[in-house]
């Protein structure tokens, strides 16, 4: 009666153990290298993240923002692009984030694009960039020396294994006042109507999904001894919202990474 009674006791104990291990469990999932979301590689989002930073006004680009203030600027998409950093050491934002989107964040990246007239977006290239563009992805993948990647305090583990690099691609046509056009233009270099094309962006990124409604703290960032040397680290405030009911949708619908004197290898976290 005695083994009988102790285990009756112990298996509500055991399952309730369980149950708040499970609790505690982060809810939210960070995608491996090399996945896709929504369609795209996460390679492709690395692509559309720079295009959405190249294309944002030069007096407001996200990568500027000191405060988080310039988060959301044309960050309406299945995921939410989160900055890296223009300047050197730490930054720390505050924002919302809708809720039901995944998140996309570098530690270290670079970008690099060969536009309109290749001797001088390009000089000392070839006609033909490309090969060369190349060989520098690889060069400037071994300048990297460290990086960080944490989520409410937890580490993103493996960080080194999430190199992801674009094919070739178009970043659009520059207009006047984007934040790309104003960079070349700061070296007399008028790309106003031109295909940003070639271009190839790679770097260390992290894809997060899942992240419950609410407050949550992410870090990233990272040092590369590429450029004489960069390092940066974001803190971001975020908060979740909550992912509206599908009925609720349906209703809705009834009512209504100092860098610059490389030009031809840059880096714009």
Known sequence: MKSQSLHSFRTPLFCLGLLLASSAAPAYEVLNPG?????KTLAEWNAAWWTWAWNSPAATDPLGDTTGAL???????????????????????????PGGVALFFPTVNFWENCVGDVSLSCPGYTADPRPTMLANAATLQGTVTSQVATIDGVP??????????????????????????????SFGIDIVGEDIAPSLVYGYYVMVTGLSAGP?????????????????????????????????LGLLGAGVGGLAPLLRRRRRA
């Not at 988060?71 to 930054?91: D, K, M, T």
């Not at 992410?218 to 040092?223: M, N």
């Not at 001894?225 to 599908?246: M, R």
């Open 156 to 185: 993103v583990t493996d960080l080194f294994s999430r190199w992801e690099q674009s094919d070739f691609f178009s970043g659009g046509t520059a207009q006047s006042g984007d934040a790309l056009t104003a960079l070349y233009g």
């Open 71 to 97: 988060a959301n600027q044309e960050n309406n998409g299945p995921v939410f692009f989160l900055a890296g950093s223009n300047f050197a050491g730490n930054i720390e934002r505050s924002f919302d984030v």
């Open 35 to 39: 996945a896709s979301y929504a369609g």
């Open 216 to 248: 949550h703290t992410l870090v990233y960032g990272g040092s590369t001894d590429a450029f004489g040397g960069f390092s940066y680290q974001v803190t971001a405030h975020i908060n979740v919202g909550a992912v509206p009911l599908p009925g609720a």
